[in-house]
């Protein structure tokens, strides 16, 4: 589901969102190569779940998104097409910056970061390849004479091909709108890059480094939702990292511009600190949902208003409304909530928490608690980066238990959901969504893994 959103009678507050400054690409004799293998096959068959019709009603729970009927989504695969309209929007040289937050939106580190991209072959055989370079943290032991210059640690990135796009890393693309999301089955790459920027040479290899916050080894969802300026060639990649037990552990942003050695600004983790500010308001726009962000056909379009604003007591309200094309279904979904600082939570179990430079991040406060109520539940990144546009890119899960799996003592078993995408300066798409779950003696349900496939 897509959305292409401008405010009315909203009270902004606008926070600059920027970037550091692009230095040339480092020297090879100063680089330290690390490589990664990000995705593995899968190892459940998928079925296709169904959406439910729905009608005009409302929903007191943030973790909740009606979906109209849908026809069933073609079976092809990545068109070579779109492969090739994704690679042209990737390549190039991204300079930036990497910000680690905690949950509540604390700036814990800033990182510097090169990313070069570029794709070899022609037609169906083209190929993205991809490597990130880490601006590591000076050692703490010095040596009289020494040469200062800054280190990059080099990682290279799994590339993108008509094969992987699908089956590993499983895209959804939205190629006029210009965003994406993907999934990722480990953090390596992220605990590299934390690692690298923040010990660099003095990186032991502890699991766990004092004072050091690294994403789980094992964590129950890593998914990268990544949103296009509408301003300048800039871009922003934000990853929703949850450990095993499926609560935030982390919220990581890659803010990047395309361009060679030019200097850009960063964002300011102390001058906004009433980020709540720039979404309060009335935002009208449309949406457009569709079951894949590759090559599915549109589901439905829609006229949407979102609305939010505090009132007397400092509560938070949300309500938000969407009118199908067409056939003039509605649908309400009504939230109260709280501010801490820069933390909301909504009744029903959802948060929100407040980055700088105009964005939020969106999550359950307990994946493993929707997955055990068989609640859908959805993923989200927000950017404002101008005082009348914002963008949303929202993924949602539908939960769908199967009930024809034979379990002992430790019984699996295997949720499988919709994965839809939204995009608030509209895009759309969906995915299958896997999770490997594990029952225990007293049936509890420990999220083990996820695994999202498109359809």
Request: aromatic share 10%; glycine share 6%.
């Amino acid at each position: 589901m897509v959305y292409n959103i401008s405010p009315s009678m909203a009270s902004i507050h606008y926070y600059s969102v920027s970037v550091p400054p692009i230095p040339k690409l480092p020297n090879p004799n100063k680089i330290r190569i690390f490589s990664t293998n990000l995705s593995h096959p899968n190892r459940f068959p998928c079925s296709m779940p169904t959406f439910c019709s729905s009608r005009t009603r409302a929903s007191s729970s943030p973790s909740s998104i009606a979906v109209g009927e849908a026809d069933k989504p073609d079976e092809q695969a990545m068109s070579i097409e779109n492969l090739h309209r994704f690679i042209d929007l990737c390549i190039g040289k991204w300079n930036g910056s990497f910000f680690q937050f905690d949950a509540s939106g604390n700036l814990l580190h800033k990182i510097s970061t090169k990313l070069a991209a570029s794709s070899y072959g022609e037609n169906e055989l083209i190929s993205l390849i991809q490597t990130l370079y880490i601006k590591q943290s000076s050692s703490s032991t010095t040596f009289s004479g020494y040469d200062d210059k800054p280190e990059w640690a080099e990682y290279k990135i799994k590339e993108t091909n008509i094969f992987t796009a699908d089956k590993y890393q499983q895209i959804g693309f939205f190629p006029s709108e210009r965003a994406f999301s993907l999934r990722y089955q480990t953090a390596g790459m992220l605990e590299t890059v934390i690692r690298q920027g923040v010990l660099g040479e003095d990186d032991t290899g502890e699991e766990s480094p004092r004072n050091l916050c690294l994403p789980s080894r094992r964590p129950s969802i890593v998914c990268e939702n990544c949103l296009y300026s509408l301003e300048k060639d800039m871009r922003a990649r934000a990853f929703h990292i949850m450990d095993p037990k499926g609560i935030i552990q982390m919220l990581l942003v890659f803010l990047e511009e395309r361009s060679d050695g030019v200097q850009v600004p960063l964002f300011d983790n102390s001058t906004d600190v009433n980020r709540i500010m720039p979404f309060v308001g009335t935002w009208k726009g449309n949406s457009i949902t569709k079951r894949s962000g590759v090559y599915g056909a549109t589901i439905s379009e829609a006229d949407t208003v979102a609305l939010l604003e505090i009132d007397d007591n400092s509560q938070l309200i949300q309500d938000l409304t969407s009118t199908s094309k067409g056939d003039d279904i509605t649908t309400k979904v009504h939230w109260t909530g709280s501010i801490s600082e820069n933390l909301i939570t909504f009744d029903g179990g959802y948060q929100m928490t407040l980055l700088p430079g105009g964005m939020y991040m969106g999550y359950p406060c307990d994946v493993s608690k929707s997955v055990a109520e068989s609640k859908s539940f959805h993923l989200e990144f927000c950017w404002f980066e101008a005082p009348d546009k914002r963008q949303r890119l929202t993924s949602t899960f539908l939960l769908q238990w199967r009930t024809d799996l034979p379990y002992s003592k430790l019984a699996r078993a295997i949720v499988e959901s919709t994965h839809m995408i939204i995009v608030f300066v509209q895009q759309k798409g969906s995915l299958i969504v896997r999770i490997t779950v594990i029952k225990d003696s007293e049936d509890n349900i420990v999220i083990r893994c996820m695994l999202l496939q498109f359809l």
